[in-house]
């Protein structure tokens, strides 16, 4: 089974188990914001894997989490 999150990242179960990946790569979408976090430069991350990613894969990986933030991290009211 293939979902389609965005235009540039998939969850594919013959692709990393599921995880969601860039569209036609490899590379998780973890990977990516791991490395926003750990403060590598966009430009550094675009040209660290094999596949060279552009600053729309980043984008995309941003709103990914944002929209997963949103939709998951919910306070319980007591």
């Not at 979902?3 to 998939?10: D, F, L, S």
Request: proline fraction near 5%; charge should be negative.
């Amino acid at each position: 089974m293939r979902i389609e999150i965005n235009p540039y990242i998939v969850a594919d179960s013959e692709i990393c188990g599921g995880t969601p990946t860039f569209k036609d790569t490899r590379i998780m979408v973890w990977q990516v914001l791991e490395l926003l976090e750990a403060g590598i430069p966009i430009e550094e991350i675009l040209n660290y894997f094999l596949v060279p990613l552009k600053k729309e894969h980043v984008k995309a990986a941003l709103q990914f989490a944002a929209q997963l933030a949103e939709k998951e991290f919910r306070l319980i009211q007591i």
